[in-house]
């Protein structure tokens, strides 16, 4: 299974300069941590994805002594080890760059850590399920739905997101964030039995 | 004789194409060359025997074993060159020997060197730089690292140069010196069966014809040719199909010795080539 | 060992090896106990495939020119001096049949063909 994580990050190793060098440059403009941290994990993890979608690797991947079910919870595994070490190396490039000055650290982390794994439940179902090709018409078809959300019926969804965050990092009562950890553990371990589900019945 | 692949009862169904009841067998120790024409399920038969798919009913049992238990076990001992590109394209054979060698116990690194080294592979350019002939032969220096009992090949020929077949050819009897070793090789290409190939399975449509040792088919299969007046109602029985032209018929019979006794001098038997044999079969569904 | 298999005959492969390790044998050029090359080394240096080889052998061995020992490989068997003599004789006497019948279609008289073979046999010694 590390094996499988391991080539995820091989077959990026090319890009993975070219991802330090916008994380620092992004952090040296001011980027939010939490922005980046999310958008960054999941990059990386979908550009495995479709790496191995892209070309036959299913069809080597299944040919190898793996299970199914080993090449899918690497994915699901991966995705929490990749948002780690993003998460440290914005952090880390984060305090170089612009000193210590949070207070909340770990409540930032735990957020990105929640927010990529949310994304991902709902994400790798169906990349699994259809052909990520599909999975970016999707993805067209929810921005355009959210841009006109957001134009004709909540104008300030803006300020509400960033009023739910603010709010989030303020939490501060333990059971609230217990409620939310939970529901998020949840629904990654489900989204990854589906996941499985659907790829033990797929044919390559 | 033992058999390592079995594969009994098997259905499944796709849009537009089914097998029903398909049974083969793989002897151990044997090249087996495996033919028949576009679309008789030469590649969905491969498939069911890599878990790459799913049967609907039936079974499929790889070295004894089953892959709902054995999974791992299974292709642990099995080599696989495909007919399509498995490989990354951005990376080098050395990045692909790093994703692949953890996955296998029993990972060879001075055999898969010597392989590199006897098939004149570059470790450092990334595969899309490799032609037809060097991914098949990467494929091969793969599942001979990690010592393959069982070697699968979908179409390894296709679209190579006679030379690279030829080749080929000489590595696959250099495998069979060890008499552990299986290869199951599926080919359109039949004139690459004749000097390596001991038994030959053959499918259509769908469904097994059959598994002969190849020596067995040219004794029982012939090619008759005659005058169109040898034909009547009765002795057309005789032939799996005819092919009638204005000068005379040629047909395929799959009882050599019975036609001889029929006909005796009045015809010209000849020996079948594989092509006969799956022109003729084909003609007569 | 020296075999040289045609494509194109007409007699199956595995008869033209058989043939001719018999005659190697018959010949005495493969002596008692000498050991064959396997059946897989045999493949490969003919370039055919290893059932092939592993008929003529099998052949071979139904008809006492070898023997095989399990793991260790096929060797020439003992060869019965009197029995391959009277093989000999046999096989003599069928291509003399030949000869006389080939004389008598064209009439020539036992004299005359007595004539020929004795002329061949000295002038060949």
Redesign the interface.
Known sequence: MVNLILKDIIIQKNTIIFYIATIILYLLVDVSPIFLGVLYSVVFIMTAFSTDEKGNANILLNSLPYTRKEVVSSKYMGALLFTSVIIFIIYLGDFFLNGMGEVFLWREILLIMGLVMVTISFILPISYKFKSKHLLMILVALVGLYLVTITILIPNLHDILREFVQNFLALQETQMYFVAILTTVILYIGSWLLSIRIYERKAF | MENVIELQHIHKSFKGFEIKDFSINVKK???TGFIGGNGAGKSTTI?LI?????QDSGTVSVFGMDYKKH???I??R?G?V?D????????TLK?MK???K????NWDDTAFQRYVNEFELPLNKSMKTFSKGMKMKASLAIALAHHAELIIMDEPTAGLDPIFRREL??IL??L??N?DRTIFFSTHITTDL??????ITFVHNGEHIFTK???KI??EYAIVKGTLDLLDRETEQEFISIRKTNTGFEALTADKNRVINIFGDTVIVE?PTLEDIMYYTKKGR | MQIIISNSSKEPIYEQIYAQIKKLILTGELQEGQALPSMRQLAKDLEISVITTKRAYEELEKNGFIYSIVGKGSFIAEQNKEMMRERKIKVIEENLLIAIQNAKEMNLSLAELKEMLTLLYTEDA
């Open positions: 120790g044997f090249v498939k890599m878990n790459l798919l799913k999974e791992k076990d292709k642990e099995i696989f495909y399509e590109n498995i490989f990354y394209e951005n990376l990045d790093r994703i692949i953890p996955a296998y116990k050819l000489n009897h250099e069979m010196q008499e004749d000097r390596i190939a001991d038994y040792e190849f020596y040219e004794e020996k």
